[in-house]
Nanobody
Framework: QVHLVESGGGLVQAGGSLRLSCAAS????????IGWFRQAPGIEREVVSL????????YYRDSVKGRFTISRDNDKNTVYLQMNSLKPEDTAVYYC????????????????WGQGTQVTVSS
């Protein structure tokens, strides 16, 4: 079992940066792939970035490539999402999720979710 807590959201102007953190409990954190998803009002939840337990494989959705960077520190049981050059269309609640094994871009494949953190980008 793993418990996830996101932090780092907030209000930022377009072009600014935020770093989200996803802190996990449990002693087998490195066994879990982590996904960052986001959901804006009236829009279906979408995958943002994924990372395997070892950090050796990473995925980004096209719209964030070159702007967002996912990383993890398994000694600290934490995954990060560095978001640069933020745009108003990045505004959403951001969630991290965990699943055993390789990552998946399908939200239903994740059994463990954080409570979410709001990111608002003003124009």
């Amino acid at each position: 079992q793993v418990h996830l807590v996101e932090s780092g959201g907030g209000l930022v102007q377009a072009g600014g940066s935020l770093r989200l953190s996803c802190a996990a409990s449990g002693r087998t954190f490195s066994s879990y792939a982590i996904g960052w998803f986001r959901q804006a009002p009236g829009i279906e939840r979408e995958v943002v970035s994924l990372i395997t337990g070892s950090g050796s494989s990473i995925y980004y959705r096209d719209s964030v490539k070159g702007r967002f960077t996912i990383s993890r520190d398994n000694d600290k049981n934490t995954v990060y999402l560095q978001m640069n050059s933020l745009k108003p269309e990045d505004t959403a609640v951001y969630y991290c999720a965990a699943r055993l094994g390789f990552y998946s871009g399908v939200s239903h494949d994740y059994a463990h979710w954080g409570q979410g953190t709001q990111v608002t980008v003003s124009s």
